[in-house]
């Protein structure tokens, strides 16, 4: 029988981070685990519960997203947990592509957490929406 790995949801998060001494014996420790559990919960998920990737990989990355998002109005915060970059002008374009590179992978992971009971056949479609 083969032994599965089971990590919380905030495990997870962490590592999806780099922020997890698991690998490494630094941790980068990006913001407190209050603040992590704080935005986990702002994208529907608690952090204790078993990370499931089939229905949580898009809320998680989502919550990376938005975890990475808080450094771009301050880089030097994001600079001195990482040493991959040595201008403010690198590290703010490193972070900027692994944005846009989430954003890119969240958009191509189908969203399970909207409204699927509206199953209207009409062929107009709103030109506005509120």
Do not use: C, W
């Not at 495990?11 to 559990?37: P, V």
């Not at 991959?84 to 972070?95: C, H, I, P, V, W």
């Amino acid at each position: 029988m083969a032994e599965t790995n089971t990590f919380t949801v905030l495990q997870r998060l962490k590592m999806e981070l780099g922020d997890s001494d698991r690998y490494t014996s630094s941790d980068k420790n990006y913001m407190l685990d209050d603040e992590y559990i704080m935005r986990l919960a702002e994208n529907g998920l608690a952090d204790s519960s078993i990370y499931d990737y089939k229905t949580m990989k898009r809320q998680l990355l989502q919550t990376v997203s938005d975890v990475l998002s808080t450094f771009l109005n301050n880089i030097e915060i994001f600079r001195s947990h990482t040493s991959e970059f040595e201008t403010q002008s690198e590290a703010y374009d490193g972070l900027q592509k692994r944005l846009n590179a989430l954003d890119l992978k969240i958009a191509s992971i189908p969203d399970t957490t909207t409204d699927s009971t509206n199953t209207t056949t009409s062929k107009f479609m709103p030109v506005f929406m509120d």
